[in-house]
């Protein structure tokens, strides 16, 4: 490979890696992690018991889970592109209806817009890096995205410290403009269109040139990785949605400041 060519590739590796964290934080980070850090500040501002903030936090994976199915049919036609802005858009657009939300309803829907990005930023990055990137740079680069929660959830946990309170309401406000950014800047660099490599009747393949079938799913080797999904789903379920709830109630006698500075630590 030429120096100048190397010079390319290292360019692009940094521009789709770069929104690619950045998705991945707003995505994760902000829209769909940001409920469990700021808990205290909309169970008081709701009135929320714990059972309905349980409901409200299961109701917002609707929206994840609706992504998530819509994501695997619309890549192969639509490309990256239309998908990572769908997430920086629908993150900004659910964000900004939490903040200005003056009723449950209301931040349901906002959490269940937002809880879209997830589902939508993800996928999208193993077709554009398998577009754009030769193949030790394309390992490199998929193993740094997913940093990009870790960072969104670092840099969410001392906002939460600082916007208690009222306050809070900026706080989303600002990731939302922070969504709307990301979403921009993936319009700019992603590809866009169905995948040249699809056009030999691969698309909706496993990568060996086989047709995907319900039976390719319920093959006895995936059972492992089934259950492993199944266990970290659920701990990760009850662990994002109630630790600083927990750590922040009464009976825990912990300062305020320990729970958001707790959860930005384990981000680092």
Not at 14 to 25: E, I, L
Not at 66 to 95: E, T
Request: charged share 10%.
């Amino acid at each position: 490979m030429t120096g100048r060519r190397k010079s390319a590739v290292s360019n692009v590796a940094w521009q789709v890696g770069g929104v690619g964290v950045a998705a991945q934080a707003v995505a994760y980070g902000f829209a769909r992690y940001g409920y469990g850090l700021f808990l205290p500040s909309l169970r008081d501002r709701f009135g929320l018991s714990t059972s309905v903030l349980g409901l409200v936090n299961s109701v917002s994976y609707s929206g994840y889970l609706l992504a998530l199915v819509m994501v695997g049919a619309l890549v192969s036609r639509l490309g990256p592109r239309p998908m990572v802005v769908a997430a920086g858009v629908s993150a900004a657009i659910g964000m900004v209806t939490v903040a200005v939300a003056r009723s449950t309803w209301v931040l349901v829907v906002g959490l269940v817009v937002a809880g879209m990005a997830s589902g939508f930023s993800w996928a999208p990055f193993s077709d554009t890096a398998d577009r754009l990137l030769p193949d030790r740079t394309r390992e490199r680069v998929m193993a740094l995205i997913p940093s990009g929660t870790a960072f969104g959830v670092t840099v969410a946990g001392p906002l939460a410290l600082a916007a208690r309170g009222a306050n809070w309401r900026y706080a989303w406000i600002g990731f939302a403009l922070v969504a709307f950014a990301m979403a921009w800047y993936a319009a700019r660099v992603l590809p866009a269109g169905r995948h040249r490599g699809d056009a030999g009747g691969n698309g909706g393949g496993n990568g060996c040139g086989h047709a995907v079938t319900a039976r390719w799913f319920l093959r006895p080797a995936a059972v492992p990785l089934y259950v492993t999904a199944f266990v970290y789903g659920v701990i990760g379920a009850f662990y994002w949605a109630f630790a600083v709830e927990a750590a922040s109630s009464p009976s825990s006698r912990r300062p305020d400041s320990v729970p958001p500075c707790w959860r930005s630590g384990w981000g680092l």
